[in-house]
């Protein structure tokens, strides 16, 4: 192990349980020789980064720098590296580290993300102790496994959201095998819907968007969505009954409402969820037994999922929709997210 070119790495950290960060700097661990360090250019805000700042997933390991959509150069590798090179554009997203060697059965079918020994890009621990941190920080080091090049066709300040957003609506899309001809609906319109619509739309599919927001019929329909439904509008709930093949929940949902998204569904249609709904779930088993409707629930995209899902947005022109703070207003910007105010997902740029 080596040294890096960046003895003591300053970011901007929480000392405790809120959405305040301030300047702090930490001793990253010695370079390996399979790791790679990246200076940050750009990294987006996730709602995750808000839940672990304000302990609402448990207890959080500070002092914390969060930020798991990161964007950067790397500026030195460990011997073992030759994938990248210094100068080359990277992204990071919300794991640097698994077994990826088939050792268990998680990493042996490209399921990363469950790994007993994942280590996520913040709130999170290596083997030897050490607290991982993440990207509200002037660099990072990670294996090089988990580090991804950017497309060249992809402006890096797009970047960030795909690492975490735009991969954890593709991933269960790659996985479940949606194609074209197939209905899929998007709940909730935001941070991750916006993204969901334009994969979707991408893979072929008719994207049906829903939402209590009728201001953002245009704009679903220029992102790619086939249909928008007011779900405040009763008639054009009703009209969409049974007929979907795949539901993407994207919002924090109420209990109550899956047994009426269950009747949105065609028969052995597949309700996915993205987001955790406030409280348990409500429904008659009758409901699934009837319909033979699946819910079933999806993490973060693996190495492969994160690939492809850049692939894919370079192929197809996917951009997420941002607003842009500088990092020195990062607690401004987290105070903006947490109000729901963000369209509709935030990138901090590192001056």
């Known amino acids: 192990m080596v040294q890096g070119k960046i003895n003591e790495i300053h970011g901007w950290a929480a000392m405790g349980p809120g959405l305040n960060v301030e300047p702090w700097s930490y001793t990253p661990r010695p370079l390996g020789e399979n790791d790679i360090e990246i200076k940050i250019e750009y990294s987006g805000i996730c709602g995750s ?11 959080a390991i500070f002092p914390a720098i969060v930020g798991h959509e990161i964007v ?33 059965k998680a990493c042996s079918r490209n399921l990363d993300p469950h790994c007993p020994k994942m280590v996520a890009t913040y709130n999170s621990k290596y083997a030897d102790g050490q607290p991982a941190q993440g990207g509200y920080a002037e660099a990072v080091r990670v294996d090089a496994n988990f580090a991804f090049r950017i497309p060249d066709n992809i402006d890096p ?14 991933a269960p899309m790659l996985r479940k095998g949606v194609k074209k001809g197939d209905r899929v609906g998007i709940v909730g319109i935001g941070g991750l819907g ?41 008639s054009q709930v009703d009209a969409v009954r049974h007929t979907l093949d795949y539901l993407i929940i994207t919002s924090n949902s109420k209990s109550s409402q899956y047994a009426e998204f269950i009747s949105w569904m065609a028969f052995e249609g597949t309700i996915v969820l993205l987001a955790i709904p406030e409280g348990n779930m409500t429904f008659a088993p009758f409901d699934i037994i009837s319909t033979e409707v699946s819910i079933t629930g999806s993490m973060i995209g693996g190495v492969i999922a994160l690939k492809r899902a850049l692939e894919f947005a370079a192929e197809n022109n996917i951009r997420p929709i941002i607003e842009k703070y500088p990092i020195s207003k990062v607690n401004e910007a987290l105070q903006h997210m947490d109000q729901g105010k963000a369209r509709y997902r935030i990138v901090l740029t590192h001056e």
């Open 72 to 104: 950067g150069k790397v500026i030195t590798k460990g011997s073992k590296v030759t994938e990248f090179n210094e100068g080359d554009t990277v992204g990071v997203g919300a794991q640097v580290y698994s077994c990826l060697q088939g050792d268990c």
């Open 157 to 170: 300040i797009y970047a960030p959201p795909l690492m975490c957003a735009g991969v954890t609506v593709f």
């Open 194 to 234: 916006h993204l969901a619509i334009q994969y979707a739309h991408a893979l072929g599919a008719e994207v049906v968007a829903f939402s209590h927001s009728p201001s953002k019929r245009q704009q679903c329909l220029e992102l790619g969505a086939t249909n928008f439904v007011d779900t405040s509008d009763k």
């Open 49 to 59: 980064d808000l839940h672990t700042l304000k302990e609402e997933w448990g207890p």
